[in-house]
């Protein structure tokens, strides 16, 4: 049986997704989501790091872009929303 040639993303693919992904966590006004989905985004592609096989590569690849798309949503939504309370982490010291 032939398996169809999965091709896996480029290292200069992984890396903006990875920025992309971290600047969206940026944009996340609440302290707590902010510095969640940012560890998130470090665990998952240091999880992955490791990862050679192309189709695994680029399952992993996929998922990442579809949590992109989720936390962009998310983070348009959570502005929305937004408390006009700022959090005291992020209350910069006088």
Excluded: H
């Amino acid at each position: 049986m032939a398996t169809m040639g999965v091709a896996a993303p480029t290292r200069t693919e992984v890396l903006q997704l990875y920025r992309s992904l971290l600047r969206v966590a940026r944009q996340f006004c609440d302290y707590n989501i902010r510095e969640y989905t940012k560890r998130r985004t470090i665990d998952g592609f240091r999880d992955n790091k490791k990862l050679t096989d192309p189709s695994l590569l680029s399952a992993a690849f996929f998922d990442g872009k579809t949590q992109l798309e989720v936390a962009k949503r998310q983070a348009i939504v959570y502005s929305l929303y937004a408390s006009k309370v700022k959090s005291i982490m992020d209350i910069k010291p006088s």
